[in-house]
Structure formats: C-alpha cells, structure tokens
C-alpha cells in the first residue's frame, strides 16, 4: 500500500514504469562533476547523519548528476533514503542497505568491469536502480540521458559487463522494504 508521502513501488516494468516518473526524473543530462559528496558550488552534499524520517526533499538535478546521483534522486522519489555513498560506499553499506538477490523493483544494482587490484570491490562502479525483469533505469554518459537498459545491454560495455549484484533500501527500522 503507498503512503500518502511517497507514490507506490511501480508495479509496471522497465520503459513503462520510467514513463510513470516526474519529468523532472525523465529527463536529466549527465554530468560526471556531480555526484554525491561533491562540494558547492557544483553540487550540494546531502546533509550528515541517517536519513530524516518522511519525504525526501526533491533533489536539485537541473545541473545534472552523475549515476549515482541520479540513482538516489529516483531512490528518494519512492521515499526510499540512503545516505549518499560513492559506489564502493554502497557496495559495502549494512546499514541503509543488504544484499539482495534476486534483485527486486528499486533495488539499486552496480555495474563494473570487473575487480581493480587495491581498490575496494564496487570501486567506481556505475549505479542504476532495477526496474523489474532484466530492466535498469540509469543515467551514463553515452546516453546523456536517463535510459532503460537490459543486462545484455550493459554486458556488451566493457566497463558494465560485470553486474555486482543488488543492495535492497532497509526501512528506518532495519527491515528491508
């Protein structure tokens, strides 16, 4: 059941739950400068601590964002917060987020190619959020745009051929939604 402060976990798959998003989330160009944690001007930082309870503010994308960024954004829209992390944040998270297999709708899933020596497994990994069977919506620079993309879509890009695998939102009581 939804809640009267965020809309119902799309129940449509892929393209057309993507269409069902604001414009505001349909159509943000991609900028690689902003991304969680960058610092103002180019992008203001999430604020510190664990998520407030209720809505989560619309995010300011006019100035674009980056996948991450953008992820998040789409996130909050379903009232589903976490704290910001860069990709290996995200991969490593407990807290805000566990594991999940299958992936399920708004799972945020990251994308790699492959393991980096010395660098934390999910370092620099590109972040979409799961739409439904073998569809994510996210934002890259080759599209410019957000996209919905199948898992072979992404296997066929080198830097996206390695699915890491799926991080579930835990609700503010620790339960997973």
Known sequence: ????????????????????????????????????????PECPSYPAGPPAAG??????????????????????????????????GL???????????PPGPLDPVPFDAGPVPARPAG???HVGVHLGPDRVLHLCREAGRPVVWTCADFAVRPRYARLLGA???VAGDGRTR
């Open 1 to 40: 059941m939804a809640s009267p402060d965020r809309p119902q976990v799309p129940t449509a798959h892929g393209p057309v739950a993507f269409e069902g998003l604001p414009r505001a989330l349909r159509n943000v160009a991609y900028s690689a400068a902003r991304h969680p944690g960058a610092g103002t």
């Open 55 to 88: 809505p989560a503010p619309p995010p300011d994308l006019t100035g674009g964002a980056n996948c991450q960024r953008y992820a998040y954004a789409v996130l909050g829209h379903f009232g589903l917060r976490v704290p910001p992390p860069r990709s290996a």
């Open 91 to 101: 991969w490593a998270d407990r807290a805000a987020t566990r594991p999940a297999a």
């Open 123 to 125: 370092y620099g990994a």
């Open 167 to 169: 991080k579930r939102v």
